[in-house]
Structures are given as C-alpha cells and as structure tokens.
C-alpha cells in the first residue's frame, strides 16, 4: 500500500513526475520506470472530485494527455487541470463540441459513466490485468521482464538435489570444459563413476545429458557429478589466475570424490534409500 501511494501522488502528475526523498527506495524506482509503471495505476472514479481529466489513467484510452498528444488536436477548450467533476453538471457532461475522432472516442465513452456523490475517486494497483491489493516484487518484475523461452539445458543445470553454488557460473566454456587437457582428465575420469561415455565437446555433453534415459537415481548421479565437476574446474581456474594456488588433477579428483560423498551422506536423514543407491553407484565403478 505505501508504494502504491507514493507512487500514486507523484504519478497523478505525469508530466512533472520526481522522485523524492520522503519516499522509499523502492517507490522512487518504480517513479524512474513511470512510462511503464503509470499505466499499473488505474484510478477508479467515485465523485471525480480528484480525477483529473487529462493526467489521471482513468479511461480506457490510459493518459487523454498521452492520447492527444499523439495528434495534432488541442485541448479543445478543457483546462489542463479540470477534474471529472468540474466537467459535469447535475449528471451531464458539460464538453465542448467534439473536434476530432478522438475526442469523440472519449465523449462517447463519458456518457456510459456517471459520477458518485459522496464517493471519493480511489486507484487501483493492476499489473498483467489482474487487481491486487497489495504490492508484490514477483508481479512487477515478470512483468517488466516478460515471458522467455525456457533453454533446453535448464533441467541440467537447475537439477533437484543438486548444490546450489553448483548452478552458476560465470566463465567462457570451450576450452575450460573439456578441450583443456587437465580439465578433461579429470571430466573423462568422473564421468566413467557413472557410467557415462565424456565428451571433449560442450555442446555433446549438454545433448547427452538431456537425453538421459536410465533411471531416476544414476541420471541425479550423473548431473550431480557433473555439476561438481564444472565448479571446481572454475574454482581450481579462479584460483590460479588470483592467488597462484595450482592443484594436480588427482588431488582434484579427490577432493571431488569426497564432496560427491558429502552430498550422498546428507541424504541419509530425509531419504535413505536415495542415499544408499546413490552411494553404491558411486562406489561401484570406483577404481
């Protein structure tokens, strides 16, 4: 409710919207991104004491200063600043002859409303056409953001049960997985725990990945090890750029087999069984 009103008192002047320091963090965001967080603000007319006519988003044409604005027809004789109720006289509306097509547009949709005595003009917060009364970060930023396409490696890189830290990770990608003959050592060494047949290529290991078809078990097997297996790569890479510090690949492949082991371990509380068929894949193929 407070960002909606903040929002809601700097908004009602568009044309001379400022953010201020009275209001939160948050609402004066929202003020800077007004082209598109205006039309999120609809007022809902009562008396029209406070609606006014050409800077409230009350008809469904959004902004009648925004509508007009796109042609060359002026103000037509109504005041920058009258309200609703400054343009109705004991229910009818008092407009000067229409001028234009669009001004007829808005006179034809004033005569299917009438104003309320008693009943204050109020706003409503709707983001994507559903009202809401309260605000919600989630709502306004996959509006902003939009709809994307999902990427088909999603699943494998965003698994159930995997390690968080895991899943990010920001670094060019050819020659660090696996053209890099210690990176691939160590790919080609883990990848044959669980049974799967490593790749040199990216692009082939992301389509065998999203092709697996074995059970449940060894495919969550499969990417958790994977996943480990491109963070410490980019850990072990970090780490000798920034503060010289170079591991051999066994003492990597170590290091991997016990945080593999760590994950299983962690399991055994909530799901035993998971946990102990995960541990014996993993231990099956150990050389």
Same mark, same amino acid.
């Not at 002859?97 to 204050?120: D, Y």
């Given at each position: 409710?407070?960002?909606?009103?903040a929002?809601? $008192?700097?908004?009602?002047?568009y044309?001379?919207?400022? +953010?201020?320091?009275t209001?939160?963090?948050l609402?004066?965001?929202? !003020?800077?991104?007004h082209?598109?967080?205006?039309?999120?603000?609809?007022l809902?007319?009562?008396?029209?004491?406070?609606?006014?006519?050409?800077?409230?988003?009350?008809?469904?044409?959004?902004?009648?200063?925004?509508?007009?604005?796109?042609?060359?027809?002026?103000r037509?004789?109504? &005041?920058i600043?009258?309200?609703?109720s400054?343009?109705?006289?004991s229910?009818?509306w008092?407009?000067p002859r229409?001028r234009?097509?669009?001004?007829?547009?808005?006179?034809?949709?004033?005569?299917? *409303?009438?104003? =309320?005595?008693?009943?204050?003009?109020?706003?409503?917060? !709707?983001?994507?056409?559903?009202? +809401?009364t @309260?605000?919600? +970060?989630?709502d306004?930023?996959?509006?902003?953001k939009?709809?994307?396409a999902?990427?088909? #490696?999603?699943?494998?890189v965003?698994?159930?049960?995997g390690? &968080?830290?895991?899943?990010f990770?920001?670094?060019?990608?050819? /020659?660090?997985?696996?053209?890099?003959?210690?990176?691939?050592?160590i #790919?080609?060494?883990?990848?044959?725990? $669980? @049974?799967?047949?490593p790749? =040199?290529s990216?692009?082939?290991t992301?389509?065998?990945? *999203?092709?697996?078809?074995?059970n449940? /078990? +060894?495919?969550?097997?499969?990417?958790?090890?994977?996943q480990?297996? !491109?963070? *410490?790569?980019? %850990?072990e890479?970090?780490q000798?750029?920034?503060i010289?510090r170079?591991?051999?690949s066994d003492?990597l =492949?170590i290091?991997?087999? %016990?945080? !593999?082991?760590?994950?299983i371990?962690?399991? %055994?509380s909530?799901?035993?069984l998971?946990?102990?068929?995960? *541990?014996?894949? #993993?231990?099956?193929?150990?050389?």
């Amino acid at each position: 409710v407070w960002v909606r009103d903040a929002l809601q $008192c700097s908004l009602s002047n568009y044309w001379t919207v400022k +953010t201020s320091a009275t209001n939160s963090w948050l609402a004066n965001k929202l !003020i800077k991104m007004h082209g598109e967080v205006y039309t999120w603000i609809k007022l809902r007319v009562g008396d029209g004491e406070n609606c006014r006519f050409w800077k409230e988003d009350w008809s469904p044409f959004g902004s009648l200063q925004d509508y007009f604005y796109s042609t060359s027809a002026s103000r037509q004789g109504i &005041p920058i600043d009258a309200t609703l109720s400054d343009l109705n006289r004991s229910g009818n509306w008092a407009l000067p002859r229409a001028r234009s097509e669009a001004m007829l547009q808005v006179q034809t949709a004033l005569t299917t *409303m009438s104003l =309320q005595e008693g009943l204050e003009d109020g706003y409503d917060w !709707i983001v994507a056409g559903a009202l +809401t009364t @309260s605000y919600k +970060t989630t709502d306004v930023y996959w509006e902003l953001k939009g709809v994307e396409a999902k990427e088909p #490696w999603a699943a494998i890189v965003c698994t159930k049960g995997g390690i &968080p830290k895991h899943s990010f990770l920001p670094e060019s990608r050819d /020659h660090l997985f696996f053209q890099c003959p210690y990176s691939w050592r160590i #790919w080609s060494e883990m990848a044959q725990r $669980c @049974s799967f047949i490593p790749s =040199q290529s990216w692009q082939t290991t992301l389509n065998q990945l *999203m092709g697996l078809t074995w059970n449940k /078990h +060894t495919r969550r097997l499969t990417l958790l090890c994977w996943q480990a297996v !491109i963070y *410490m790569l980019w %850990r072990e890479r970090n780490q000798r750029l920034h503060i010289q510090r170079f591991q051999s690949s066994d003492t990597l =492949q170590i290091a991997l087999d %016990r945080l !593999i082991r760590d994950k299983i371990l962690s399991l %055994r509380s909530s799901s035993p069984l998971l946990s102990s068929s995960l *541990m014996q894949k #993993w231990f099956a193929t150990k050389r």
